[in-house]
């Protein structure tokens, strides 16, 4: 069974920092862009994604906060979130798309909350 399994979020003050994990199960790890999105009420917003190559790409307003990064050998992706800010209040969701190469490898994690509030 493929699973996307999510780690990290929590409770933060703003200008702190989190890191979220997500590790995938099977071989897609090695064939998909790997993107964190969160999910705030009345809207869902991709905010970084990396390419199996490395290359990367974020929402403007992230960058330069938010750093995404993969450990190919631990089949895991991180988003590290610095200078936290109230509005990046959010359930944050990790998805495997390798849709290239297999139409039916999109996969979501869980989930995982994160509250920026002091």
């Known amino acids: 069974q493929v699973q996307l399994v999510e780690s990290g979020g929590g409770l933060v003050q703003p200008g702190g920092s989190l890191r979220l994990s997500c590790t995938a199960s099977?071989?897609?790890?090695?064939?998909?862009?790997m993107g964190w999105y969160r999910q705030a009420p009345g809207r869902r917003e991709l905010i970084a994604a990396i390419?199996?190559?490395?290359?990367?790409d974020y929402a403007a307003s992230v960058k330069g906060r938010f750093a995404i990064s993969r450990d190919n050998a631990k089949n895991t992706v991180y988003l590290q979130m610095n200078s936290l800010k109230p509005e990046d209040t959010a359930v944050y969701y990790c998805n495997a798309d390798g849709r290239v190469v297999d139409p039916d490898v999109d996969y979501w994690g869980q989930g995982t909350q994160v509250t920026v509030s002091s």
């Open positions: 099977g071989s897609i790890f090695s064939i998909s862009v």
């Open positions: 390419t199996t190559d490395g290359f990367t």
